[in-house]
């Protein structure tokens, strides 16, 4: 019966675990959908390990990235334009599953976290 137990409580925690393969997302071209202030934002970018080069609304920002772990990385724009600008931003992947991830991200230092969605092109 222990034995039972044991492996209907592996079963039930392993239905649980989210996908996480961030390093599939470290490189290459995406789409991006998020909630900001209630509004819905869209944007497409490309990504190397170190550059990321960000399209919105034919607005084109250069944003510095530096990866924390697979799954973790802060991005700094490279020429902000005003004090808003200046904040780097905290972005965490916080699941994966085929060619998208879900993420949550905030200015660092700031405990309001933001969401949203990334699908690899």
Known sequence: MKKLLLLFALTLVSCYNQE????????GKFSSETTFDGKK???TFERNDSIQIENYN?????FSIRWINDC???LENVKPK??????AVHVKILNTKDSKYNFEYSFVGDANKQFGSVTKL
Do not use: H, P
Not at 82 to 87: I, P, V
């Open 82 to 87: 005003n004090r808003a600008e200046k904040k």
């Open 58 to 62: 034919t607005i084109i920002d250069t």
């Open 72 to 74: 973790e990385y802060i």
């Open 41 to 43: 934002l869209s944007s």
């Open 20 to 27: 996480r393969n961030c390093k599939d997302f470290k490189t």
